[in-house]
């Protein structure tokens, strides 16, 4: 669901001033990408990027790249508009709709070259774990939405769920693990806010790195 939040004078200020530019409402339909984008360039979907400040440093680092950013919040909508403008990024467009949906109705099958799911809701409590994100039927449509030698890279501070991660992308036969195990970060990841956060705290970090066949 659309969530809102509290929203800062430059996010309010991002939302109306670039948000007609670089945010897409959903459709039921693909739209076209490189119309959108005014180029053919391979792309890249991030999933629910909280305050957008990985999604920047990813765009800014991948010129050569498309991102495509879903969230379902204002605030973190409008932060990252506002990043969007302070950097200068062309290569973002954000959807702000569900993922799940976003990637049946919006995303065409091995049109991706990389999906980031970055720090998703644990739901650490036994009783939410159906409510997780990664789930066998949603990482079936990640997996069918990513080009062959396309990337799906997860990560999070919460090992139990790492633990769940590891278990449901080895069980997808489109996917293959890039590590044994865990991953270390690779390199195109940067830290996140939500991550440092973490690490002052004393969190761990898992990183999983899969590739479709």
């Not at 897409?24 to 053919?40: C, E, H, M, Y």
């Not at 991102?67 to 959807?95: P, Q």
């Not at 099958?109 to 409510?131: C, E, N, Q, T, Y």
Request: net charge positive; hydrophobic share 45%; aromatic share 8%.
């Amino acid at each position: 669901m659309l969530r809102g939040g509290r929203l800062g004078p430059g996010q309010q200020r991002a939302l109306v001033d670039l948000g007609p530019r670089f945010v897409l409402p959903w459709q039921a339909t693909w739209p076209d990408w490189d119309a959108v984008f005014g180029r053919a360039a391979p792309r890249i979907l991030e999933v629910g990027f909280g305050m957008g400040d990985a999604t920047a440093a990813v765009a800014a680092a991948l010129p050569d790249h498309d991102l495509i950013g879903v969230e379902v919040h204002e605030a973190g909508v409008g932060a990252l508009l506002k990043l969007i403008g302070e950097r200068g990024l062309a290569n973002v467009r954000i959807v702000r709709h569900d993922a799940v949906e976003v990637l049946r109705t919006m995303v065409a099958p091995a049109s991706l070259a990389g999906i980031h799911v970055w720090f998703p809701d644990p739901w650490p409590k036994k009783r939410h774990h159906k409510r997780r994100l990664l789930q066998p039927a949603f990482v079936a449509e990640l997996a069918r939405r990513l080009a062959s030698g396309g990337y799906l890279h997860c990560a999070t501070d919460w090992q139990p769920y790492a633990e769940q991660m590891l278990d449901v992308l080895a069980g997808e036969p489109l996917l293959v693990n890039r590590a044994a195990g865990c991953s270390a970060r690779p390199p195109w990841r940067p830290l996140t806010r939500f991550e440092q956060r973490g690490l002052k705290l004393g969190h761990g970090v898992w990183d999983l790195v899969f590739e479709r066949r």
